[in-house]
């Protein structure tokens, strides 16, 4: 059949969509979901589409395209295509099958995200997948299988065979933990490669990307990225700026309204990251406690078992660290604000507990790689400035400047202590609530800036926090939930 | 904040969407799927709304409305309306829990099936519903208050209290079995209640609906509905034409890509059709064999105890037949086709497996409500004309002709035996699909008229069946493929 190509204007995010008039979609045999070869006049090759119906909007003879479809297929509004009835992708099968309990073979999982990533699935069909790896868990096989598969279906950086490379990952949650932008100009400084693919926060106030980002650029391509490395052994960019995994972004997207965390899912999508940018080592910190992601060390035992599992099928050598994750690393959350306490580390001073995490990270990760004297070498490059001297060389290399402007907020307010008393508890939770009220990450100088610590003793009228701000508007609403809002528990 | 509304001329189907600029959305701290409270300016009541994101098509001062928002504000295309970020349903935690694997109250079913019908999920959202009773099935607890909350939550039926009212259910996927045509009458002639509401043909040549429609109109709403019955004691509707389910229907939506048929959403499906229509007895027909929907005696004894015991905790009497369904019943396979066979058979002629099959389920039917000498009154409808009476007073009262007018297929083609032998079995599947692929149901008059049964003894060159069709094309499609189609396998 014949149809004129009807602009719908629209994005789809994702999947392949086009529309049917209701009575076209009949006489067609169509039905919603079904799928429809659409190609230009003349052409053999197209795509495959997944079909919307509408009752209005797109006449009979014609077919709504989506912009996904219309930059695919390379047709212009008012153009005529050629349809015809296709197949559904045979990874549909699988699903089914994942769906009722069944394993997976490497091969039906390959299919599966192939599909994602060509965007030939709807979102009602990448639901029932994420569906049932949940309901129904994966198995360690599938879960290398579905890695592999992601890393496949995915751009990859290469380098030297046989060279060691360094990763770290963390599960996240500890608010101001930037432990991150201090090991790698660490290990980058010693001679190893440690290209690091960061994310940026989706609801806390910054992620490693949002915060490097307040120094430099972190959007790159590979190919930029692969010069970065090559240059200064080292690199901290955004990963959703480089298709390393983009199966595993889609696949984010779709765990999202119900906040579904399949475990398997999870160790995939890290892991897959991790292999995808040429790693060899990686050193994992999953921080526990009250108020974090991982809330018990159980949680995290069990976490920290599915790493080493999924690492070693995987071929690549895992150490997992479990971290104090109780409380805030370092005085500033929020990107501008972490950046200051990065470059004071690096410059010798810094929040203790920051500088101190940074170490044992650094050196935990030079004994994974069998270095030896690591916590002697990692203090030395700390010491020395070889590390900062390195950060800048990465923050040049990436296209920042050599002496970055940290942005500063406009208003502030002060939370003063009104009672002497031993600090029990800061919730992370909510000093992250605050710093996002507050405006971070999109504001990049919002945030808290934090003065105390869990066990430390207060006088009445000591600065417990600040809060910073570029709209009055934006401090006032925290100001009036400022009961609500306190993360201060005395003992 | 305050947005101008962009119509975008397209319907969703079902949920409530709306469409920001990937700007807006950031600005308004939201993510898709996330919802946005919309009303007009200086109105309290609104509507909620899940959130898509589009790169273009809307701008950044601008809301995109799909056709199911626009109508439910009112608003048009230019005006303001006014917009807050809004909670997500309660009911997506419930949603969650099932697929945890977790058992649902009644209370929670009831508010996920009141989202459906409010449509206030998102596709994702209730494709996890689905799932979830996929994978970790519905307990007989939940179908029955599954069934419930589908009742209270769409339109019913309403009869004196008390009252006898009948219903038949047929689980389907054997061609040409109208039985519901033929025994509807008989019942009704002999002075009980029976209201039928059915489904059209999804895959299969005709539905019970699509057949009475060649006699008269099968959309009617539930005040006409109610005055049909009251005038002829029974009715023959689309169910699809009055919301007495909508929830289910909306699921059904959903189950189609993956042909999901979690069996307690199936129960609770057809049982809360039953329940809105006010049905107090009902009679279901389950056949099974080759090539039919339920394909072992076993899968049917287990279809059979839900039903049992599902209807008793809602309080319905219930009767399950187990028949015979590994080959068609009836000559016509097709609307128009099937038609004539009914009345064929309410003449007191027709083909004589279709009228033992009327009148052996008519006869359980009136053994259930505790009707004596049951058979002899059944033959006796048939025989006297009664029931055919009754039949044309049905087609009258909906608004059918006095003198249906059955439509005529312009071209046929007739198969006949190559060779004398004994006809070992007749695919339902491959009937079906030659029937479909001749046009019906949406060609009236299209579909196979078979002459011949299993155990029959066939001389060469005898007819076995002739194809009818509207376009010799649709006709030389099946020629070309009659090899793979032949649906007649000798013994």
């Known amino acids: 059949m014949k149809l004129k190509v009807r602009n719908v204007q629209l994005t789809t995010g994702g999947p392949l969509v086009a529309v049917l008039h209701e009575k ?8 919603p979901t079904d799928r429809l070869h659409v190609r230009r006049m003349h052409k053999k090759e197209g795509a495959n589409c997944v079909i ?17 479809v219309i930059k695919k297929l390379k047709v212009s509004h008012g153009v005529h295509v050629e349809v015809e009835q296709a197949e559904h992708p045979v990874s549909i099968q699988f699903i089914k099958k994942k769906l009722e309990g069944k394993e997976l073979t490497e091969q039906e999982l390959d299919l599966i995200v192939k599909d994602i990533v060509a965007n030939e699935l709807s979102e009602t069909e990448l639901t029932y997948f994420v569906s049932g790896c949940y309901s129904h868990g994966l198995s360690i096989k599938e879960t290398v299988a579905l890695t592999n598969a992601i890393v496949k279906n995915g751009e990859q950086l290469h380098f030297n065979k046989g060279e060691i490379v360094l990763d770290k990952h963390c599960s996240g949650g500890v608010p101001g933990n930037r432990t991150t932008m201090i090991v790698i100009p660490i290990i980058a400084s010693l001679g190893y490669k440690i290209p690091k693919t960061s994310s940026r926060a989706i609801t806390s106030p910054s992620g490693t990307a949002d915060t490097f980002e307040v120094l430099a650029p972190v959007t790159l391509n590979k190919k930029k990225i692969e010069a970065v490395v090559k240059k200064t052994n080292a690199c901290i960019v955004w990963g959703g700026g480089v298709d390393l995994a983009s199966a595993d972004d889609k696949m984010i997207k779709i765990r999202h309204p119900l906040s579904i965390d399949p475990t398997g899912m999870l160790l995939a999508s890290i892991m897959a990251k991790k292999k995808a940018a040429g790693a060899t080592h990686v050193l994992i910190d999953i921080p526990w406690g009250k108020n974090v992601k991982i809330e018990t060390k159980k949680q ?18 895992i150490k997992v660290l479990l971290t104090d994750g109780s409380q805030p690393i ?4 929020g990107p501008a604000l972490e950046a200051t306490d990065v470059i004071s580390v690096l410059k010798g001073d810094g929040p203790n507990d920051l500088r101190q995490k ?3 990270m650094a050196t935990e990760a030079l004994k994974l790689i069998g270095e030896k004297d690591a916590e002697e070498k990692v203090i030395q490059a700390l010491e020395s400035g070889k590390a900062y001297q390195k950060f800048k060389e990465i923050i040049y290399a990436q296209g920042g400047l050599k002496h970055p402007n940290i942005p500063k907020a406009q208003f502030f307010y002060s939370i003063n202590a009104k009672q002497e008393g031993k600090i029990k508890e800061i919730n992370n939770k909510k000093i992250a609530l ?17 003065r105390v610590r869990v066990s430390r003793w207060v006088k009445k009228g000591e600065n417990l926090f600040t809060i910073y701000a570029n709209t009055k508007q934006n401090l006032d609403t925290i100001k009036r939930q400022l009961k609500e809002l306190d993360p201060i528990v005395y003992e």
């Open 330 to 333: 370092g005085n500033g959350i």
């Open 358 to 360: 940074a170490i044992f």
């Open 300 to 317: 995290a035992k069990v976490l920290r078992k599915g790493f080493l599992k999924v690492g070693k099928l995987l071929g690549l050598k």
């Open 434 to 450: 605050i710093a996002t009220l507050a405006g971070a990450p999109e504001e990049k100088s919002a945030g808290v800036y934090l």
């Open 52 to 68: 919307n119906i509408t009752k209005k909007g797109v006449q009979e003879d014609e077919i709504g395209l989506f912009e996904e």
């Open 24 to 31: 076209t979609a009949k006489a067609l045999g169509i039905f």
